[in-house]
């Protein structure tokens, strides 16, 4: 199942997790709409066939849905006496923090064995360096703020552009860097709004007629981009200030093929390590290699930004 937010690559989780499947010769069961669907039994036989043609899609084709009834006792009752009537054995989870902490309160709770994929644009989950959807996600990113750049250069504007990243600055560093930002706001960096307008001045001085801010939407400056965007002009009346939200189009689009891939090798080793005998754990890939992290260890850890990366983009910066 996929549950929270969809994420490129969920398709290729789920045809890669289906396929595994009836190579060693287990029934597989797609359920509907994550938890809710699990507690309402929405669920579905998923062979080879029923799963082709969609390695390429975006979304999820078992869709996503966020559930009130789950988070009690009562509604995870539902759901295991629901998993017990179709004769499922066990669960791959398809999502994240929030799915598998789902999950893990439902282990604890009746002892059912779950395997955790992480899929989520904001590659904020520990035990992996890379969650479904975040490569595409960047990839999405950086075209945007290109064709955002050919605006600011044709006009000597400023332009404000907010990516996703309510708890982690993964995208806005990454993207930033690789379009060229001429500053990047993240949530483990405070820059401060003195240090920022230091900055645009900098640039200004330099010669730089346009600039680009790559700004994380869970940045601490300012209560949110438009309020940057006031600050700036309020101080700096001369610039002309623009602000973009690329929103939820940074979720959409085909998955790349790096997430294909990705998605493709953590659906295998999540059905083989139930197949053999293991649970609560979480697919990962470390250092190009799949690795098993501890469902636990994967909630209550925290992803840590690349240091030796923010050092460059400073560097960058001048």
Do not use: W
């Amino acid at each position: 199942m996929t549950s929270g937010g969809d994420a490129p690559g969920m398709n290729a989780a789920i045809r890669s997790v289906v396929r595994a499947s009836a190579f060693h010769g287990v029934e597989c069961v797609g359920i509907y709409r994550g938890y809710q669907g699990m507690i309402e039994g929405d669920f579905q036989v998923m062979g080879p066939r029923s799963v082709h043609n969609i390695i390429n899609k975006g979304g999820t084709v078992l869709k996503s849905a966020r559930s009130k009834e789950f988070r009690t006792s009562e509604g995870r009752k539902k759901a295991y006496e629901a998993l017990k009537r179709e004769n499922v054995d066990a669960l791959v989870l398809i999502g994240g923090d929030g799915t598998f902490t789902g999950g893990l309160i439902f282990n604890q709770e009746y002892g059912f064995p779950v395997m955790g994929i992480p899929g989520t644009i904001d590659n904020d989950i520990y035990g992996t360096n890379f969650t479904l959807g975040y490569d595409t996600a960047l990839n999405t990113v950086v075209e945007a703020i290109d064709k955002i750049r050919d605006t600011a250069s044709s006009h000597d504007r400023l332009f404000f552009i907010e990516v996703m990243g309510r708890d982690a600055g993964h995208i806005a560093l990454n993207a930033g860097v690789g379009a060229g930002a001429e500053e990047i706001l993240i949530p483990e960096e405070n820059l401060g709004l003195d240090r920022l307008l230091e900055s645009l001045e900098r640039s200004k001085r330099s010669g730089k007629s346009s600039s680009i801010v790559v700004v994380a939407e869970g940045d601490k400056i300012g209560k949110n981009v438009f309020e940057l965007k006031d600050y700036v002009e309020q101080n700096h009346p001369d610039y002309d200030v623009r602000v973009s939200v690329l929103g939820h189009m940074q979720r959409g689009g085909a998955p790349s093929c790096f997430d294909r891939v990705l998605a493709s090798r953590m659906g295998v080793k999540a059905v083989e390590s139930l197949l053999e005998g293991k649970s609560n754990y979480m697919v990962g890939v470390r250092d190009a290699r799949m690795m098993l992290t501890p469902l636990e260890e994967a909630v209550k850890g925290k992803s840590e930004i690349n240091q030796e990366l923010l050092r460059v983009s400073n560097i960058m910066t001048i």
